[in-house]
């Protein structure tokens, strides 16, 4: 069974990450929560960002405010693939610092960016991650977006009435 890492830079991006952790949920596939400073554990990121392979993850969700290294810093000793959440912190500049520092990385170190505070579609995006060789995983997510779907058509008719 795939596993996704969910870690963040400090416990007060935790209400941002728990949307991710509530979707994965959903999506009845295992989380590892952590907390892992890029700037106030190095070593700690460096050992989680080298063994997360060993231990059965299959992607990272990684979400961070401010300077927002950690993304980057797992992406470049993770083989594995790299979901970066930006999160609007108090020391942030409107998150925009946050986005920048997680898009803007260099050729060969991808990591996958969603919109600031957007846990939930990093969530879809490792679930989909996993579907794509599990067939279990992508029946529920082929349900999930069909289930988007029904939800405007219901409310287009509600208008209708």
Known sequence: MSKVAI?????SDMPVMQE???IL????IETEVDIVSAHRTPEK???FSKKAHTRGISVIIAGAGGAAHLPGMVASMSPLPVIGVPVKSS???????????ILQMPGGVPVATV?????????ILAAQIIGS???CVLDKIIFYKESLKEAVLNASE???K
């Open 158 to 160: 509600g208008l209708k």
């Open 115 to 123: 919109a600031l505070n957007g846990a939930k579609n990093a969530g």
């Open 91 to 101: 020391n942030s500049i409107d998150g925009w610092d946050s986005v920048l520092s």
């Open 25 to 28: 949920k959903g999506f009845d």
């Open 20 to 22: 991710a952790i509530d």
């Open 45 to 47: 990121l460096f050992d």
């Open 133 to 135: 060789h599990d067939k």
């Open 7 to 11: 870690i963040m830079g400090s416990i």
